[in-house]
């Protein structure tokens, strides 16, 4: 059978997962009586709810004769390692662009990804059925973006698809008239654009893992491409080590993919992507030859964690009460295993009962964290910090590409606060009372800054950001908050009655009946400094009534604080408290006598 491997690539929300479904079912994957109504290459509960793709998905359709294998590729910045790799595996991208948004920080970056790999691309304009639509100006855009990257004349030589994923429909036209059910154009222009697959059947074994999985039942599995020669089940192999050192294993079991399945297969020939297990520590770069054959391919690089932060065990007062997963020898085991599936992780130990762990972003981080909740974890974590570099002896920092949209009436404030941060601007264009903002800024600039984002724009903003570079360290200070906040100075339930006298203090991040510690912060502070507030106590009852007395208190709405929002929102001497039911704020010093003193000498220092 004909084969053809290709990624789908875009910037995050532009609409890939969508328009693999829809392939899916234009192939005739499905029966006719099969509900598709849920259909979905995201199939993580977490991925599902926030509407991205977290890890990247291998499937595969039959077309006229071919085997068309097809990767929806990660679009978000945190997750762009796997893009790279992904490249490897892959003749021809499809190229998907929203077709009113253009390209977007993310779309030029996994591009570039796909150029440097002279992947052969095929551009889809989706969403043409949007009001807002506007194809033409979009397809200019994105033919400048093809050439301000250095694209071949192959490359720039690419077809154009129009397509609503939504509504399941494309056409080879702009005209929304022309539009017809299913994907079959897009279909016939992978076979007849795309490169078939290089490599020689009959030559020794070359195999490169670019993804990696993990099963109780047989260990890591690595996902890749076989360059050349064939892999069989029980067949006796040697992995190359990164380090150049070889180690033989049999062949367990090899998986192939079709539609939404993982099958299990006894032989791939070169072309193929497969999955592969019988390693039980096999690694992303390897290579898997014939015994006698060590034939190296070229080592995938791996992109290196730019934030860490310190994971523990909940030393709350509340410890143990709302999760299964307690101990420090639980919690290690949790994090390590997570490191054989996520190459882009790792784990350090920082004393007996806390780890440091360093990831791409604060979205990698925080959706470990929000998967150990729903199983059951119960940790605390600080703040995030950047990860600095020394090189000939000068500190360098991460910087990021910035891109942000926003209306008109909110560019001054935002410019400003950006300035605080240290951000250089390097362009700024109107779109119809839209203002496209364009800056590269410190890694550590960016901490903290959605919360102040959301804030400025009133919601109506919207941020994208992917590493570019190290370079030296800056020296100025960023990334602390500047406001102070209300921590509770009694253990007990709060009160209507105090919360009610406090609300001219600060906001509240509790509502009456919540259950609380000294040391948990319950509010923001209106003011710089921090303020012990008792939240729990109750009024003064008498036996006298006055008049007036018998009115309830009206109280403002408590300020919702998700994960997201806690990470970015405390400071070095702040943790955030996570249980299977609840986010809670704490001050690393929970004793309010103590942490005033330790206070004092840091003020004193």
């Known amino acids: 059978m004909k084969k053809r491997n290709v990624a789908i690539i875009a910037h995050v929300d532009h609409g890939k997962t969508t328009l693999v ?46 085997r068309i294998n097809i990767l929806d590729t990660p679009g978000h910045a945190d997750f762009g390692g796997e893009v790279e790799r992904i490249m490897n595996m892959v003749d021809g991208v499809i190229l998907v662009v929203d077709a009113y948004e253009g390209p977007m920080p993310q779309t030029r970056f996994v591009l570039k990804k796909a ?26 855009e994105v033919l400048d973006l093809f050439i301000e990257l250095g694209a071949d004349d192959d490359q720039l030589d690419f077809k154009t698809v129009y397509a609503s994923a939504l509504n399941g429909t494309s056409s080879l036209s702009e005209d929304l008239s022309t539009q017809t059910e299913g994907f079959h154009e897009l279909l016939d222009l992978i076979i007849d654009e795309i490169p078939a697959p290089k490599g020689d059947p009959n030559a020794p074994l070359q195999f490169q893992p670019a993804l990696l999985d993990y099963n109780d039942y047989v260990g890591r599995i690595g996902i890749g491409r076989v360059h050349n020669g064939k892999i069989k089940v029980g067949q006796m192999v ?6 150049g050192t070889t180690k033989s294993f049999r062949v367990q079991k090899l998986f192939g993919f079709l539609g939404m399945k993982r099958l299990e297969i006894e032989e791939a020939e070169a072309g193929d992507i497969v999955a592969v297990a019988g390693l039980s520590d096999i690694s992303v770069g390897e290579t898997l030859c014939d ?8 080592v995938l690089r791996i992109d290196e964690p730019t934030l860490q932060m310190t994971f523990g065990v909940n030393t709350s007062p509340f410890a143990g009460k709302e999760g299964k997963f307690l101990t420090a020898r639980q919690l290690e085991e949790r994090l390590y295993r997570e490191t054989q599936r996520d190459v882009s992780l790792k784990v350090e130990p920082n004393d007996q009962e806390s780890w ?6 604060e979205l990698h981080l925080g959706i470990l964290i929000e998967n150990m909740r729903r199983e059951g974890f119960e940790l605390q974590v600080s703040k995030p910090k950047v990860i600095i570099k020394e090189e000939n002896g000068q500190k360098l920092e991460p910087y990021e590409d910035l891109q942000i949209d926003v209306p008109e009436e909110s560019v001054g404030p935002v410019i400003e606060q950006l300035g605080i941060r240290g951000a250089i601007m390097d362009n700024m264009t109107n779109l119809d009372g839209q203002v496209r903002l364009q800056y590269t800024i410190p890694s550590r600039g960016l901490i903290g800054f959605t919360t102040d984002f959301m804030t400025l724009t009133r919601g109506y903003g919207i941020i994208n950001h992917t590493f570019k570079e190290y370079r030296p360290m800056e020296s100025i200070t960023i990334g602390e908050r500047k406001l102070g906040v209300l ?7 709060s009160t209507a009655y105090s919360i009610g006298n406090l609300e001219d203090r600060g906001i509240m991040f509790i509502e009456p009946g919540t259950e609380v510690y000294e040391g948990m912060i319950v509010g923001e502070c209106n003011r710089e400094n921090d303020l012990a507030v008792n939240v729990v106590k109750g009024k003064q009852l008498t036996n006298m009534r006055a008049a007036g007395s018998d009115h309830t208190v009206v109280l403002k709405r408590p300020r919702p604080i998700p994960l997201e929002y806690a990470l970015d929102y405390i400071n070095s001497d702040e943790l955030v408290e996570i ?4 986010i809670r704020l704490r001050k690393k010093i929970l004793n309010t006598e103590l942490r005033k003193k330790a206070d004092a000498r840091k ?3």
């Open 487 to 493: 921590v509770s100075s009694d253990n007990g339930q």
């Open 21 to 66: 479904d829809e392939i899916l079912k234009t192939s005739g994957m499905f029966r006719e009586n099969e509900d598709t109504s849920n259909v979905t290459m995201d199939s993580n509960a977490l991925e599902r709810e926030r509407g991205i793709t977290i890890l990247a998905k291998t499937t595969a359709i039959d077309y006229k004769d071919y």
């Open 579 to 582: 249980t299977p039911s609840n």
């Open 115 to 140: 150029l440097e790999a002279k992947a052969k691309p095929i551009v889809v304009i989706n969403k043409v059925d949007k009001p807002s639509a506007r194809c033409a100006k979009v397809l200019d």
């Open 603 to 605: 003020q004193d220092a």
């Open 291 to 298: 015994q006698g054959q060590n034939l190296p391919l070229p």
């Open 356 to 361: 440091i762990v360093s990831g791409r972003g």
């Open 238 to 243: 040697n992995c190359i080590r990164l380090d």
